[in-house]
């Protein structure tokens, strides 16, 4: 009888056990997204000095969020920002560089015309639930490259 009740109770417990162990919830794809902007080899979209907007769309999540973005000159300090929230769903960061928006499922970043030679680097995070993605910018300073 021992041996029967300690079978039906493993039976009733193991539900629990095998559930918990479910990725159900953790199931989230990568964010693909859409855009003309092109990538260099070295996982860098390139700026020109006199700066520029990128238009980058998510195609498979209808919403998402600016988390932080971050910015150095080479071999400088690194600098975090985090977004200005307000009520609405959207949000963005300005940072001494660049301007960064969510809207539904665009992103659109601003960089500014950059006054110094030295080549200027800029990563803006996003999150959508629990998937996350990042978008590396590098400015080529005036004197870069002559």
């Given amino acids: 009888k021992m041996k029967k009740n300690l079978l039906l109770l493993f039976l009733m417990v193991l539900p629990f056990f095998v559930s918990s162990c479910s990725d159900e919830d953790g199931d989230w794809d990568p964010m693909k997204w859409k ?25 498979n999540y209808s919403s998402f ?18 977004p200005n929230y307000d009520d609405n769903k959207d949000a963005s960061i300005t940072t001494d560089w660049l301007t960064a ?22 990563k803006v995070e996003v999150e959508a639930g629990d998937v996350f993605d990042e978008f590396n910018f590098k400015q080529r300073g005036l004197k870069v490259g002559l």
């Fill in 65 to 82: 969020w600016v988390v932080s973005a971050t910015e150095k000159v080479a071999r400088g300090e690194e600098k975090r920002f985090s």
């Fill in 35 to 59: 855009t003309e902007v092109k990538k260099s080899s070295d996982d860098y979209f390139h700026v020109p000095p006199q700066g520029g907007t990128y238009v980058f769309y998510c195609t």
């Fill in 101 to 122: 928006k969510s809207e539904g499922n665009i992103l659109t970043v601003t960089i500014q015309p950059t006054t110094l030679d030295a080549n200027r680097f800029m």
